[in-house]
């Protein structure tokens, strides 16, 4: 079983930056690789961001290419999210993932295995 923490979340103004972080802990050694998706409301969930440890590649959504960085640490399990220049449609529930398979497809929500219990983000105008 494993378990993630997500932090950092909280309420920023447009064109702001705030920094989430994702530990994970317990039987982590068939993880190969993290991500970050997230849920506005009325809306459905959507991949935001994701790295892989066996390559060190990492993914992001159209949407906040450019502006966001993911980063990590193998070692510990743990990544982190750097968000700038926030805008209000980022505004959403930030959930960390962790994933057996998400070397392969980083992307795809399906694939992941543990989630976390998500932290609020919002943009205001």
């Known amino acids: 079983q494993v378990q993630l923490v997500e932090s950092g979340g909280g309420l920023v103004q447009a064109g702001g930056s705030l920094r989430l972080s994702c530990g994970a802990s317990?039987?982590?050694?068939?993880?190969?690789?993290m991500g970050w998706f997230r849920q506005a409301p009325g809306k459905e969930r959507e991949f935001v961001a994701a790295?892989?440890?066996?390559?060190?590649?990492?993914y992001y959504a159209d949407s906040v290419k450019g502006r966001f960085t993911i980063s990590g640490d193998n070692a510990n399990n743990t990544v982190t999210l750097q968000m700038n220049s926030l805008k209000p449609e980022d505004t959403a529930v930030y959930y960390c993932?962790?994933?057996?398979?998400?070397?392969?497809?980083?992307?795809?929500?399906?694939?992941?295995?543990?989630w976390g219990q998500g932290t609020q983000v919002t943009v205001s105008s």
């Open positions: 993932a962790a994933g057996r398979y998400a070397n392969i497809w980083p992307a795809q929500s399906a694939r992941y295995d543990y």
């Open positions: 317990g039987r982590t050694f068939s993880i190969t690789g």
């Open positions: 790295i892989t440890w066996r390559a060190d590649n990492t």
